[in-house]
């Protein structure tokens, strides 16, 4: 009788205040993610890359936390290197095995380096964690905005591939590109960070720009004012793990992930 009693409570919440609903979720899926000890995924992924070129591509994804060891392995459309990160031995580079063509063969690369950082993530931005902590900053930049009233909405319950999930956007109104100078001693990756936007945005947004390293103190850039202009996520309805994440530009979807396979250990 709780059960239904609670379940009709949440039902009358989710009609009669969609932001509160949406909030309530958001809640428990970052208190769910929080403080896990490891977790493996497999990653579909459509991304929107330079020159408007479109990817698609899947990867098997496993995390240990503290200290942080990625290992991703690529298997689609077919197959590539294995990825491995480990930040108590080496948090600047990772070891790339090329598998298929000279399997004996291991070497290291810089985690930003065009051969580790491929699409729009490096290895160790492929964690639920990282995934989540930026939905927390969209969330806090809304608030901070004063738009997260009419900013984060619910949009009820949903299929996914075949598993229901709740449907939540996040839309940022104020989300626009704007000039930059950068400072001294400045990359694009600490620019990302320092503003919480999305790197390969940049490199995007500025064809003069080959790399994430190619800037010059003084040099004016455009950026976007945040991570996204809008989120669209799907939260497993029974464990509330993420179970797509889509990202949208001022030029339409910019990204788009899948995570299916869901373990968790804590």
Same mark, same amino acid.
Request: proline residues 4%; hydrophobic residues 35%; charged residues 25%.
């Given at each position: 009788?709780?059960?239904? +009693?609670?379940?009709?409570?949440?039902?009358? @919440?989710?009609?009669?205040?969609?932001? %509160?609903?949406?909030?309530?979720?958001?809640?428990?899926?970052?208190?769910?993610?929080?403080?896990?000890?490891? /977790?493996?995924?497999?990653?579909?992924?459509?991304?929107?890359?330079?020159?408007?070129?479109?990817?698609?591509?899947?990867? #098997?994804?496993?995390?240990?936390?503290?200290? #942080?060891?990625?290992?991703?392995?690529?298997?689609?459309?077919?197959?590539?290197? $294995?990825?491995?990160? &480990?930040?108590?031995?080496?948090?600047?580079?990772?070891?790339?095995?090329?598998?298929?063509?000279?399997?004996?063969?291991?070497?290291?690369? &810089?985690?930003?380096?065009?051969?580790?950082? =491929?699409?729009?993530?490096?290895?160790?931005?492929?964690?639920?964690? /990282?995934?989540?902590? #930026? @939905?927390?900053?969209?969330?806090?930049? %809304? %608030?901070?905005?004063?738009?997260?009233? /009419?900013?984060?909405?619910?949009?009820? +319950?949903?299929?996914?591939?075949?598993?229901?999930? /709740?449907? +939540?956007? %996040?839309?940022?109104?104020?989300?626009?590109?704007?000039?930059?100078? +950068?400072?001294?001693?400045?990359? #694009?990756? &600490?620019?990302?960070?320092?503003?919480?936007?999305?790197?390969?945005?940049? $490199?995007?947004?500025?064809?003069?720009?080959?790399?994430?390293?190619?800037? =010059?103190?003084?040099?004016?850039?455009?950026?976007?004012?945040?991570?996204?202009?809008?989120?669209? $996520?799907?939260?497993?309805?029974?464990?509330?793990?993420?179970? =797509?994440?889509?990202?949208?530009?001022?030029?339409?979807?910019?990204?788009?992930?899948?995570?299916?396979? @869901?373990?968790?250990? =804590?």
């Amino acid at each position: 009788m709780k059960t239904i +009693i609670l379940s009709l409570i949440f039902t009358f @919440i989710s009609f009669s205040n969609p932001h %509160l609903e949406a909030t309530r979720l958001l809640g428990l899926m970052h208190q769910n993610l929080n403080g896990i000890k490891a /977790h493996s995924y497999r990653l579909n992924l459509a991304e929107r890359r330079i020159d408007n070129q479109y990817h698609q591509g899947e990867l #098997l994804i496993s995390v240990q936390n503290q200290p #942080l060891k990625i290992r991703a392995e690529v298997i689609g459309p077919a197959e590539g290197p $294995l990825v491995e990160y &480990d930040a108590a031995a080496d948090k600047t580079n990772a070891v790339i095995t090329p598998r298929k063509w000279l399997p004996a063969v291991k070497f290291k690369q &810089d985690v930003n380096s065009k051969m580790v950082r =491929r699409g729009h993530y490096s290895i160790h931005e492929t964690t639920f964690n /990282h995934f989540d902590f #930026l @939905i927390q900053k969209m969330e806090t930049r %809304l %608030l901070q905005n004063g738009d997260s009233h /009419h900013g984060i909405k619910y949009h009820g +319950i949903t299929s996914e591939e075949g598993v229901s999930c /709740h449907k +939540i956007e %996040l839309i940022d109104a104020q989300y626009q590109i704007q000039n930059y100078q +950068i400072n001294r001693e400045e990359n #694009l990756i &600490d620019l990302a960070q320092n503003k919480w936007i999305h790197p390969y945005k940049i $490199l995007e947004l500025n064809p003069q720009l080959s790399s994430y390293d190619e800037i =010059r103190t003084g040099q004016r850039i455009k950026i976007p004012t945040s991570y996204a202009k809008r989120c669209v $996520l799907y939260i497993d309805t029974q464990d509330y793990l993420p179970r =797509r994440l889509e990202v949208y530009d001022e030029l339409g979807w910019f990204e788009k992930y899948s995570f299916r396979d @869901i373990s968790i250990r =804590r």
